[in-house]
């Protein structure tokens, strides 16, 4: 007899190229044999090279979305990505309870394209504040985490953050060491995670696909240090799959 999957849910962009966004989100999900439901937040124009266009969908559109998927099916872990505003992320927590009051999310904050489109300029302190504390984890690479909290270094505004939320700091854009990204848990601990090998080719989406690793990997009921484990080591096969921008994904 087949086993029935866990159920995860993603709310994010849909890229036509399927490097990034729900479609990548989806794939990474398959991955790890859990079963991926998919919300599409914003609709854009690019390839794993370019950016073109973004339009937004609206958010009563993008609630009832949820609505016909959660109303028939239980879900405790989702993975939010591109989203239009704080205002947005909050509505979007706020619902994601209703349906259930111990459901766990995780938020990669895009902030910008990897081809240079910048979604977001809203710096308020006080409303990124308030998002993270709806939050179970946020996924920031060192250049989100700046603009998040761009008056502390990354290290300083990782802690801060974890005050709120957990805290996975991606190595991407670290000139210092782009391979180790560390965890800063809400209990005030501090946890780097590096590969054990190093063979990595850039890839458009790959912080989508760690962020849905992760969440993939706590929806199985790994811990949360061994989910962050389980999902740098996914991502760091994912960048050596092939030396495109496109990477494979490996069950």
């Known amino acids: ?121 809203d710096q308020n302190q006080e409303k990124i504040s308030k998002a993270c504390s ?24 990782g802690k801060y953050l974890s005050r709120f939320c957990n805290v996975y700091l991606k190595g991407g854009h670290n000139s210092k060491d782009e391979a180790r990204d560390y965890l800063f848990s809400m209990d005030g601990k501090v946890f780097p995670f590096k590969p054990k090998t190093i063979v990595e080719y850039p890839k458009h989406g790959s912080g989508c696909v760690l962020s849905s690793a992760l969440t993939a990997n706590l929806s199985k009921g790994y811990p949360l240090i061994k989910a962050c484990i389980r999902a740098k080591d996914y991502i760091t096969k994912f960048l050596a799959s092939n030396q495109t921008l496109l990477g494979n994904h490996k069950g």
């Not at 439901?37 to 609630?63: H, M, R, Y």
């Not at 209703?98 to 979604?119: C, E, H, L, R």
């Open 134 to 157: 709806a939050l179970h984890m946020i996924t920031p690479n060192w250049q989100e985490i700046q603009f998040l909290v761009p008056e502390k270094d990354p290290m300083e505004a």
């Open 1 to 121: 007899m087949n086993r029935i999957r866990t159920k995860v849910l993603s709310i994010a962009g849909f890229d036509p190229s399927a490097g990034a966004g729900v479609l990548a989100d989806i794939k990474t999900f398959e991955s790890h044999k859990v079963y991926g439901f998919g919300v599409v937040s914003s609709l854009t124009v690019q390839n794993e090279k370019e950016f073109l266009s973004n339009q937004w969908i609206p958010v009563d559109a993008i609630l009832q979305q949820i609505d016909v998927l959660l109303k028939e099916h239980k879900v405790e872990f989702v993975k939010i990505g591109l989203v239009e505003s704080y205002d947005v992320l909050l509505k979007l927590t706020e619902a994601l309870k209703g349906y259930n009051p111990k459901i766990k999310i995780i938020w990669d904050p895009v902030i910008k394209a990897s081809a240079g489109f910048t979604f977001h300029e």
